[in-house]
């Protein structure tokens, strides 16, 4: 079953992961100074799927929320950047490449809504965590609480993120039809 899962993989959704994961530890590891790499990556991305306007404002709106996340998450007191009064540039990069898989790594969530609450619930946290453990981030409240905060907000997000992808969709078809 999992060589059938992964011969059905198409290269360019292996080639979007892969990218999103050198990201994801290059910025989390190397910090400001692996943004230029992350943006490279980013930008051959963009080249390489030829993505649309429709997709480059859903990584632009995807983006901006995130950021918004976690700004508002800081100003709560919940994290903590070292070295910063807010949120670190490479985390900016970071939210701009995971937007980034929506449509790609991530497409398999499309139509699957509970999939999409047990991804956001389950791994979104997770990342946040392995950050904290890598000592990138630091959680006020306890890691129990944070872990549950952070899946009460990432849940119903991933539902959010997956609509305004089937609502930009549905608009662009609207306007290519009439």
Known sequence: ??????????????????GYNIAWFGLILIGDNFIPVAIALFVSQLWFFKAA??????ILLVALVGIGLDLTL???????????????????????????????????LENAKLLQLFVGAIFAPLS????????????????????FLLASV?????????????????????????
């Open 1 to 18: 079953m999992v060589v059938d899962i992964v011969t059905r993989i198409k290269p360019s959704t292996l080639l979007n992961l892969i």
């Open 53 to 58: 306007k429709n997709e480059i404002l859903l």
């Open 128 to 147: 946040y965590i392995a950050g904290a453990k890598l000592s990138v981030v630091y959680f006020v409240p306890s890691l129990g609480v944070t872990y």
């Open 74 to 108: 800081v100003y709560f007191g919940v994290f903590i950047f070292p070295d910063t009064e807010w949120i670190p540039l490479w985390l900016l990069t970071l939210w701009f490449v995971f937007a980034g898989t929506i449509r790609h790594s991530l497409a398999f």
């Open 154 to 178: 990432w849940a119903p997000l991933m539902l959010v993120i997956f609509s305004l992808s089937r609502w930009l969709l549905t608009l662009e078809e609207k306007s290519n039809v009439g």
